[in-house]
């Protein structure tokens, strides 16, 4: 078998993950074979970690971080209910999110037995404060809000959230894994400034433009971390608060080295095309005559045909679709007004 | 803050992690930015994450392998649990292994609400099968048996541990995270066609040769992956098993590069150069008056005193104790004769 030459992002659409930026790439081919994992071994990628913690802090309105760069949103998601489920004193955890949260929050349930309750959306897209409110009771451990969601890019009343989770007792956790590294550019309250948010995922390799495995995992309290270490024999370090054990320095070096070249300037500039695009894209279906969910941040969805779908798919357009069917384009940064152009005249070449 | 130029592994002698193969680190540069949790999106490093299966079915004597490259040992022994957790009856599920299995399995407890019960193991640093199988019962929802353990390279004795597990209506799970690709070279009964193993870590990222992160998780039976599935809307892909969501790219075409370029005269002579290597310094020590426990793979653990260590380590040595406190020296692939000389040279100067 022949090893394909790259990955190629030419004609990819739908995917929250980009070509990394070049200094993150530069970082990731340098720290490949590194460890954060065991960081007595190998202290440079552990000291770039501890950058890329202060960094995100920098981005998210914390100013005395705890966390880690984790593998990705997933593992942010997980680790939040696992904190929140390992504090409480429940026997019988349970979870409530909107019904807009990403699927990792089923996977963190199957994970973790703990009980996830999903409530319904207001028809603005975002969670509603009253329908989470109704599900959450005595044996709730965590609140999620969504900072961005993965279908429609909306942003949930994160305070509200946050108000309903403290009254509980319980935590509230911001899924921002793909609004992050947006939202600062934004007057959208999302972040550990603007409400008594607990923990927060937010993902360097999505929107932040470093290389894949670059998640975001952090908490205001150091107790909230901690409730995740496990005891650390043969490593120097003592304790291990990740999922994962081994974990991977290019990951860890790329999302420090594409947030030191672009935080903030050049996420602000990249955030603005990005914007554009996306409503650039939607004007054009709209002008079409299709129905489209308005982009508030740089993600559309339109619904369009199963079959015009299909044949975008054949002239190679890695487009895929919402829970619902309609057809998602993340305006990622490697999506360029010229490829969207380029998209459209297949657009109407297959309704033709 | 500068980013060090890169990881050096010039005086790394404890860790599971090495110098990833030319091939692998090529294949990890150029799909760096690719997502295998996205296999529609990204197709051509799906294609490369079936062939590494494949790959590791040859290597542990599995002809249909179920399974995917994970993001090490740690998540590999996680899935297990979680598997034989989900497929099991009881409420009240526990596990059996050895107390030398890795502190992964803590985390795994902690993780999936299961309880561990650590049987002590034989005079050879091996698993008991006779205290393990005091400690299952009715409960017991999975059997572990370590293929190279963390501290001494000691494998357990995988059919009898197979038994046990059976008889009780456990699975069972085989971690050869560290000991997978050198085991093939020795007349241990370790793999799948040895032994009714049912599930099995084994890390193309530890003596495999590819880049981090790249683990793998295996299966003998389809319907024990299935138990790990979760529902995936967004994705074309129906389903995911993965831990993790987004995935290293970079990872799954470096453990296929390694694999290609290595399986399986290239891991052969790596191990009869590592097995030299181990023999080598562990008569180095045993002639000096240390007591040494005996490599019965590339991995030696020497008994001396906290300040000879000490001092190796403010020579720049990366050198870790064992749980009872002595020094291991893990002989990876970067670990050269002219290297281990070096150290034998520091050792008799801190000594002086």
Redesign the interface.
């Known amino acids: 078998?022949q090893?394909?030459?790259?990955?190629s992002?030419r004609r990819?659409l739908?995917?929250?993950?980009?070509?990394?930026h070049p200094a993150a790439?530069d970082?990731?081919?340098?720290?490949?074979?590194?460890?954060p994992g065991?960081p007595?071994?190998?202290p440079?990628?552990s000291?770039?970690e501890d950058?890329a913690v202060s960094l995100l802090g920098d981005i998210t309105g914390l100013s005395n971080p705890h966390g880690y760069v984790a593998?990705?949103?997933?593992?942010a998601n997980?680790q939040a209910v696992?904190a929140a489920r390992?504090l409480a004193a429940t026997d019988d955890p349970n979870v409530v999110a909107p019904e807009s949260a990403?699927?990792?929050f089923?996977?963190a349930a199957?994970?973790?037995?703990v009980e996830l309750r999903l409530a319904a959306v207001a028809d603005d897209r975002r969670a509603d404060p009253d329908a989470m409110a109704e599900l959450v009771d005595d044996d709730t451990v965590l609140v999620v809000g969504i900072a961005g969601t993965?279908?429609y890019g909306r942003v949930d009343p994160i305070p509200a959230l946050a108000d309903i989770a403290h009254d509980a007792g319980a935590l509230l956790h911001v899924d921002a894994a793909w609004g992050g590294f947006v939202l600062p550019f934004t007057d959208y309250e999302w972040n550990f400034e603007h409400a008594a948010v607990d923990t927060m995922g937010i993902?360097p390799?999505k929107m932040g433009q470093a290389?894949?495995?670059a998640?975001g995992f952090l908490t205001r309290e150091k107790r909230v971390l901690d409730a995740l270490a496990?005891?650390?024999?043969?490593?120097?370090s003592t304790s291990?608060a990740t999922?994962?054990?081994?974990?991977?320095?290019?990951?860890v070096?790329?999302a420090?080295?594409a947030m030191?070249a672009l935080w903030r300037d050049g996420y602000r500039e990249q955030f603005e095309r990005s914007q554009a695009n996306a409503e650039w894209i939607a004007d054009a279906f709209d002008s079409r005559g299709y129905d489209v969910v308005d982009p508030v941040l740089p993600l559309v969805a339109i619904d369009v045909p199963r079959e015009t779908v299909e044949a975008l798919q054949e002239r190679g357009w890695?487009v895929?679709?919402?829970?619902s069917g309609e057809l998602?384009i993340v305006c990622m940064p490697h999506v360029t007004r010229a490829m969207l152009e380029e998209f459209v005249a297949d657009l109407d070449a297959v309704r033709a």
């Open positions: 078998m090893v394909a030459a790259s990955q992002f990819v739908s995917s929250m993950c980009t070509e990394p790439r970082a990731a081919e340098r720290f490949l074979a590194s460890n065991d007595t071994t190998y440079s990628v000291a770039l950058e593998s990705g949103g997933t593992e997980i696992r390992n990403h699927f990792s089923q996977k199957d994970v973790l037995g993965t279908e993902d390799h290389a894949v495995p998640g496990v005891e650390t024999p043969y490593l120097e291990q999922l994962t054990g081994t974990r991977s320095g290019a990951g070096a790329s420090w080295a030191d890695r895929s679709p919402t829970g998602r």
